[in-house]
Nanobody, 124 residues
């Protein structure tokens, strides 16, 4: 059974940083793609960043390029999202997701497994 467990959310002032972690278990993830999504109140879930576990190819939402970095530690089966220069508009619940295809997708409906989410709040 696949489990994704996020951690690292919290409250931070604008301009600050947070690092989210997503610990994956229950599978060999070398043929998977991983994504970080976020959902703010009243808004749809949106793609933030993604990484192909085997190729290491990364993709980002335009508004987070240059501020957020997605990375993976294959030995620990963990994916990270380093978030710098945070803005109030980054406030949302952040979710980790996995799809059993090695190609990243921006469509949340193409992901097979989801974590429980972690709250990120950026104050102005």
């Amino acid at each position: 059974q696949v489990q994704l467990v996020e951690s690292g959310g919290g409250l931070v002032q604008a301009g600050g940083s947070l690092r989210l972690s997503c610990a994956a278990s229950g599978r060999t993830f070398s043929s998977y793609a991983m994504g970080w999504f976020r959902q703010a109140p009243g808004k749809e879930r949106e793609f933030v960043a993604g990484i192909s576990w085997s190729a290491g190819t990364t993709y980002y939402l335009d508004s987070v390029k240059g501020r957020f970095t997605i990375s993976s530690d294959n030995a620990k089966n963990t994916v990270y999202l380093q978030m710098n220069s945070l803005k109030p508009e980054d406030t949302a619940v952040y979710y980790c997701a996995a799809r059993s295809v090695a190609v990243v997708s921006r469509n949340p409906y193409t992901y097979d497994y989801w974590g429980q989410g972690t709250q990120v709040t950026v104050s102005s």
